[in-house]
């Protein structure tokens, strides 16, 4: 049992090229979630997903897609990297919805655009 | 709009000493409230969470976080630290007004000194 998995660790990026970022976890949960971590702002929620073929913006959105096509996939895509992207981008679960739900986090994904 | 305020940026206690870290919210429902450590280069780990019931909940690793909804807190404590705790801090509010997504406070440093 893995948990939360997120792939690459690390990446660098130039500004405009486009990269995806994955997440699985094998858990069985329907609720997964992105955010992005900056020092000084903790962590925002950038997109999440009430289930499999479903997904939602969160607070900070712009320039980020996201598809589910399968339960245990999240797929996060940046399609025009940009300097304000650099980041560490965490991936969540959640068994179901419901603030009691603890979310479970994958360690994390660095990210550096130039 | 909820929010999360963690007054202290870094905290530096020694081993053995107590600790207490600060978190404020604000949330116009009854909240949910977390506390999750950051081990670096590691995810978020749930230490523990309050939903309802006795203010004084008991988490994991030795900490406990008392809830005081006439002064909008939940700060976390343990009575005795040890050089593993050493970590990043975050308080989180969440409820069923907003959907059940968490905010996250920015953090707080814990230095353990020998």
């Known amino acids: 049992n893995a948990g939360v998995t997120q792939t690459p660790k690390f990446r660098v990026l130039k500004t405009g090229q486009s990269m995806t970022l994955l997440c699985a976890q094998d858990?069985?949960?329907?609720?997964m979630y992105w955010y992005r971590q900056d020092p000084g702002m903790g962590l925002r929620l950038i997109h999440y997903?009430?289930?499999?073929?479903?997904?939602a913006k969160g607070e900070v959105p712009d320039g980020y897609n996201v598809s589910r096509l399968k339960k245990q996939n999240f797929l996060l895509g940046l399609e025009s990297a940009a300097p304000s992207q650099t980041s560490v981008y965490f991936c969540?679960?959640?068994?179901?919805?419901?603030?009691?739900?603890?979310?479970?986090f994958g360690p994390g994904t660095r990210l550096l655009v130039l | 709009a909820q929010s999360v305020t963690q007054p202290d940026i870094h905290i530096t206690v020694s081993e053995g000493a107590s600790l207490e870290l600060r978190c404020n919210y604000s949330?116009?429902?009854?909240?949910?409230l977390f506390w999750y450590v950051q081990s670096p280069g590691q995810g978020l780990q749930l230490l523990l969470k309050?939903?309802?019931?006795?203010?004084l909940v008991q988490g994991i690793k030795g900490f406990e976080a008392e809830f005081k909804r006439s002064q909008s807190s939940f700060n976390l404590r343990k009575p005795s630290v040890h050089w593993s705790d050493a970590a990043e801090y975050f308080c989180?509010?969440?409820?069923?007004?907003?959907?059940?997504?968490?905010?996250f406070g920015a953090g707080t440093t814990v230095t353990v000194r020998a």
């Open positions: 969540a679960s959640s068994l179901l919805a419901g603030a009691q739900e603890t979310q479970y």
């Open positions: 858990m069985n949960h329907e609720y």
């Open positions: 997903s009430v289930g499999e073929g479903t997904t």
């Open positions: 949330y116009g429902a009854t909240p949910y």
């Open positions: 309050y939903f309802s019931g006795d203010t």
């Open positions: 989180a509010v969440g409820g069923i007004s907003n959907d059940y997504k968490l905010s």
